[in-house]
């Protein structure tokens, strides 16, 4: 998708419809500096509030995603390629949040191991020492959760038994036995436990 070319179309519907930047915020509950990078191709709608943002230019998302009005004999096939790439660029920034997941842990382990060596082999009054390990263990845990989160809503997980691929609640991941990204979990489709693996894609 051209985000240029969609930010060009999303201020020329605007315009036609006789909204300022600042209109069109106020109807959608955002601010105009959000409508200011859509229209100058720096960021994209939010999925939650594109169906809103068309509703009150009069355009389809079709038209949106494609930066142009889709004409009726194009139309199935431009939709299925926005479709496509939706899920391409889902795939790229899940991928992208997995590699941050490695990042949080590797980062606040580091950072526990180290204030709990600062506290056992540097001079100090036993209660700073005692501080540094519990705001170790803080850091520790705290990074622990958004690792865990990001690793629960980036791509999915594919039981063994029927193939079915989807997104699990936060408590399933977190009480569920893990060698790695691998996760011993009930499938919601088939009811069945078993082994299942990280995937990014849904099919």
Known sequence: MDQVKIGRFIAKCRKKTNLT???LAEKLNITDRAVSKWETGKAMPDSSIMLDLC??????VNDLLCGEVVAMDNYNKELENNLLDMIKQ???ADKRLLSVEVFIGITAT????????VAAFIQMETWLKISLIVFGFILFLAGCFYALRIEQVAGYYECKHCKHRYVPTYKAVNMAMHM?????????QCGKKSWQKKVLSKD
């Open 90 to 92: 889902k795939e790229q």
């Open 110 to 117: 580091i950072v526990l191991f180290a204030l709990i060596f």
């Open 180 to 188: 790695g990204r691998t996760r011993y979990m009930l499938c919601p």
């Open 21 to 23: 930047q600042m209109q």
């Open 55 to 60: 509703d009150v230019l009069g355009i389809s």
